[in-house]
């Protein structure tokens, strides 16, 4: 059965500095995607990504994939009060069957 | 472009009633999908449909779960009778088709709890 793990699972970090969230998964798969969810909101798709080595920037969010080792990150640079939320990471299985990790909850502190 | 829809956005029952949840999915998606989000895990996926016929619903517990989409359109999930268990956000989301189209568009969610 595929696994998705992430983590941390729970992040605080200060304003201003730089971080990794991590998301492993245990079976072949070259599409990932990340969203965001606020509290009591649905969630927003951050990135795509849909092969080997791709990379995706939007503001101070960057996310890679690498398939061969089962792994994805989402770095987050000079983080912001704003950008506090939970963050999935999703592997699709085939046909958009996706499986979703555990979420990491960031808290960005001033 | 209007989103996802989803109605009612909060329902409160009772153990061994039944509830039922609505979704009307973005115009011209062929693939409509219902997640539960249990409080502080990601959402899993219980049955995904393309037009009016089932993909996947390996997930779905179908001794109390069921789910329609009988015009293709839009789609109702029903719980009989609820468990206390069953207290979570229900997710709808389409995309534009199962094999060639990548992204999901959630809508708000149902946030069911079962006392």
């Known amino acids: 059965e595929l696994k998705v793990e992430q983590n941390p699972l729970f992040l605080s970090m200060q304003e201003g500095k730089n971080y990794t969230i991590y998301c492993n998964y245990s079976t072949t798969s070259d599409r990932l995607y990340w969203y965001r969810q606020d509290p009591g909101k649905s969630l927003e798709s951050l990135f795509v990504?849909?092969?080997?080595?791709a990379v995706k920037q939007e503001g101070r969010l960057m996310a890679s994939l690498d398939t061969k080792a089962r792994l994805s990150t989402l770095h987050i640079t000079a983080a912001v009060h704003d950008l506090s939320a939970t963050y999935f990471c999703?592997?699709?299985?085939?046909?958009?069957?996706?499986?979703f990790g555990a979420g990491t909850r960031l808290t960005v502190k001033p | 472009e209007a989103g996802v829809a989803q109605s009612p956005r909060y329902k409160i029952i009772e153990k061994r009633q039944s509830v039922a949840f609505w979704c009307n999915p973005i115009s011209g998606h062929a693939t409509l999908y219902w997640y539960q989000q249990i409080l502080g895990q990601g959402p899993k996926l219980l049955i995904q449909f393309q037009n009016n016929g089932v993909v996947d619903d390996s997930q779905l517990p179908k001794d109390r779960f069921s789910a329609e989409r009988l015009k293709g359109v839009d789609s109702t999930l029903k719980i009989q009778p609820a468990k206390l268990e069953d207290s979570a956000v229900y997710l709808c989301?389409?995309?534009?088709?199962?094999?060639?189209?990548?992204?999901?568009?959630f809508g708000p969610g149902t946030r069911l709890t079962v006392t």
């Open positions: 989301a389409s995309s534009l088709d199962t094999y060639t189209s990548y992204e999901q568009y």
């Open positions: 990504l849909l092969s080997n080595g």
């Open positions: 999703a592997v699709d299985m085939n046909a958009n069957d996706m499986r």
